[in-house]
């Protein structure tokens, strides 16, 4: 019956988490270690089979199901231990299951477990479980009925999506974060009447075509306001974004071509990509003070925005941040910024003069291409590294403005922009003899010393990369999936 292989294994289990890009929640990011200490194939009767292991730390896990049968029940204990995950794509593409007993041990139901079993009518998850997985039930087409939990956190991104016979699903109402197409292409989605959707706390989606000037209030008990949720929306003037908003999805406002200014208040702590791009009418927009990083495309093509405040928290301009801006004049960076991506300032026809952040900065591949207005950029002696192709199609007048023997006089050189010298200080030393005075000339170099720590390892953009910082910047939205 129980074809057990023992073993005496390491692994490091990360759980099913949303994006983010960072994370949703920081239990997301929690690592979790074990050994497994069996690993087999149990038969609960003639049609029924796991394939399981155990391990140390009392859990059992469900790994595939390799029976027949049309109708299942998963098995509450293995050998003496509670059966308490069901883990990645157990159940994927079973299509001939038809119904599916999940015991109150489980605890952890991972990615894909369920997902494009179409013969599937109806699931009930038990209270034990707390947060519904990213494509849980993907593609389950004859899926009608989903009982969900009591206490349910979070419904992770493209949980149902194309579950195109879901009517019936119960999202309690303190479910916080409902990620991206969890509902896309459902029945239960259809049938929702055109405005705005609130799923738990969740503002998902406006739904239907948004009438002209119109001004939105954020409820104030949401914590999320969704993927694509106002996309489109070309009729919105103006949106109220409460205080105890957490997270705002990619894609959100982009092309709200109508809305002129935004306040993002300091309660928010993680921004997705593209969150405002083609924003065209984009004037002015207040960012949280302590915001850390801005994603892919933020502000991408909001030609109407003229300056940006960066809060000092900022340490990181990301990938086409600003891309396209044609008509921001001038923006601030603050020092404490280490990382300005690929083509963040690309097109932005109207800046006239950057000063970097004096820190160990790496300017990527066009960060700065086609600024043809750019006429001055003032590089400390702090930053490491300057792509090649950084300040492509710039004007001739440009001059780059730095410190002797730095990369930033050795980049000038190398592409024939002029060179204007920080550091040649003119100081006169006066002396008093035989009532004389004598004027002496020196010219000083102001140094400052460049670390090797593992931040910046090889000082390359591959060093930062190893180091970790790169990833953790990517990893804001998480989340993610492809741009649509």
Known sequence: ?????????????????????????????????????????????????????????????????????????????????????????????????????????????????????????????????????SSICKDCTNLRSVTLPDKVDMIDMEAFLNCTSLESINVPADTEYVMSDAFTNTKWYDDQPDGMIVVGKTFYKYKGTMPENTSIVIPDDIKCIGDSAFKGCTGLTSVTIPEGVEFIESSAFSGCSGLTSVNIPNSVKNLGHYILEDCTGLTSVTLPEEIEYLS?????????????????????????????CTNLTSVNIPDNNTYIGEKAFKGCTGLTEIVLPNNETLIHEETFSDCTALTKIVIPDKVLEIAENAFSAHSNALAIYGYRNSVAEKYAKDNNIKFVALDAVTTQQTTKAANTTTTKTTTTKTTTAKSNSPQTGDRGVAGLVSAGIAASLLALVSFKKSRR
Not at 62 to 90: C, R, W
């Open 1 to 133: 019956m129980k074809k057990a292989i023992p073993l005496i294994m390491s692994f490091a289990l990360v759980g099913s988490c949303c994006m983010l890009n960072n994370t949703v929640k920081d239990s997301c990011s929690a690592i979790t270690s074990y050994k497994i200490v069996e690993e087999g194939t149990y038969d609960v009767d003639d049609k029924t089979s796991f394939k399981y292991y155990l391990t140390d730390t009392d859990d059992g896990y469900i790994i595939k199901y390799t029976g027949t049968a049309e109708e299942v029940v998963i098995p509450s204990e293995i050998n003496g231990k509670k059966v308490t995950k069901i883990a990645y794509a157990s159940f994927f593409n079973c299509d001939y299951v038809t119904s599916v007993t999940i015991p109150d041990s489980i605890t952890d139901i991972y990615s894909f477990a369920f997902a494009g079993c179409t013969g599937l009518t109806s699931l009930k998850i038990p209270s034990s479980v707390s947060s519904i997985s």
């Open 296 to 324: 892919y495309g933020t502000f991408k093509g909001c030609t109407g925005l003229t300056t940006v405040t960066l809060p000092n928290s900022l340490k990181g301009v990301n990938i086409e941040t600003f891309e396209g």
